[in-house]
């Protein structure tokens, strides 16, 4: 089997900030592993990102401006072009 190429990533968190991040971690999953925690927020983030790309794209294709979808999605005009260009 293929090894996968992963990446890691370093964090550095004021105290606070990392109690309150392991305190919602362990409300969510049930356990504290800020790791896969972590990258169930990337993952949910990036599809999310994904999905409204696609809803983007279906407005731009009915006809609406960048300036008209970027009031439903309350971003700038700016924003909705760049995303729709990549």
Do not use: W
Not at 28 to 39: I, M, P, Y
Not at 70 to 78: E, L, P
């Amino acid at each position: 089997m293929p090894k996968i190429k992963q990446h890691q990533i370093k964090v550095t968190l004021p105290s606070d900030l990392y109690n309150d991040y392991s305190r919602v971690c362990i409300e969510v999953t049930g356990e504290k592993n800020l790791s896969a925690f972590t990258r169930q927020l990337i993952r949910s983030r990036v599809n999310q990102d994904n999905s409204n790309t696609q809803d983007l794209q279906m407005l731009r294709n009915r006809g609406l401006t960048f300036s008209e979808i970027g009031k439903i999605y309350n971003i700038s005009r700016q924003a909705v072009q760049q995303r729709l260009k990549d």
